[in-house]
């Protein structure tokens, strides 16, 4: 039980809770952006038919797709956790609030969980087992020649 317990603490960490979040809303915002990057049409139409200009529809596919990779490398996670948590916030707003809460209506359940989510990077950062940790400790331990 011991063994177990001394396990247990070493996973007690908030940058194992943030990879374990950027991983998971990574790969989904990775998808989901690419969809709508291989579809920008269909999805800017879609767009267009609840009056979001065409070009929102590019930033919000490039966003979501190139945020999923920060998001995964651990880049940047602070500021892609405010671009994707405002555009869930949107997405709740204008597409799924309307059908309520349930994933099954099409409601805003998921797309709430990943703005929570999209949040909870903003609280944390990367953590220290991101790209983001390495360089800025690289940058503290290589001393600047002048």
Same mark, same amino acid.
């Given at each position: 039980?011991?063994?177990?317990?001394?396990?247990?603490?070493?996973?007690?960490?908030?940058?194992?809770?943030?990879?374990?979040?950027?991983?998971?809303?990574?790969?989904?915002?990775?998808?989901?952006?690419?969809?709508?990057?291989?579809?920008?049409?269909?999805?800017?139409?879609?767009?267009?038919?609840? %009056? @979001?200009?065409?070009? &929102?529809?590019? !930033? =919000?596919? $490039?966003?979501?797709? #190139?945020? %999923? @990779?920060?998001?995964? &490398?651990?880049? !940047? =996670?602070? $500021?892609?956790?405010? #671009?994707? %948590?405002?555009?869930?916030?949107?997405?709740?707003?204008?597409?799924?609030?309307?059908?309520?809460?349930?994933?099954?209506?099409?409601?805003y359940e998921y797309v709430l969980v990943l703005m929570l989510c999209s949040m909870a990077m903003v609280t944390l950062g990367a953590g220290k087992y991101s790209l983001e940790y390495l360089l800025k400790?690289?940058?503290?331990?290589?001393?600047?020649?002048?």
């Amino acid at each position: 039980m011991n063994k177990i317990n001394q396990f247990m603490s070493r996973l007690d960490s908030p940058s194992f809770a943030s990879l374990f979040i950027r991983i998971a809303i990574g790969l989904v915002f990775i998808n989901s952006g690419w969809f709508k990057v291989a579809n920008i049409e269909v999805i800017s139409g879609f767009f267009g038919m609840m %009056g @979001i200009p065409a070009f &929102l529809t590019y !930033f =919000v596919a $490039y966003a979501e797709f #190139i945020g %999923g @990779i920060l998001y995964i &490398l651990g880049l !940047f =996670v602070k $500021y892609v956790g405010v #671009i994707t %948590g405002v555009i869930m916030l949107v997405a709740i707003l204008k597409v799924h609030l309307p059908n309520g809460y349930h994933l099954a209506n099409n409601g805003y359940e998921y797309v709430l969980v990943l703005m929570l989510c999209s949040m909870a990077m903003v609280t944390l950062g990367a953590g220290k087992y991101s790209l983001e940790y390495l360089l800025k400790r690289r940058k503290e331990v290589s001393p600047i020649q002048e």
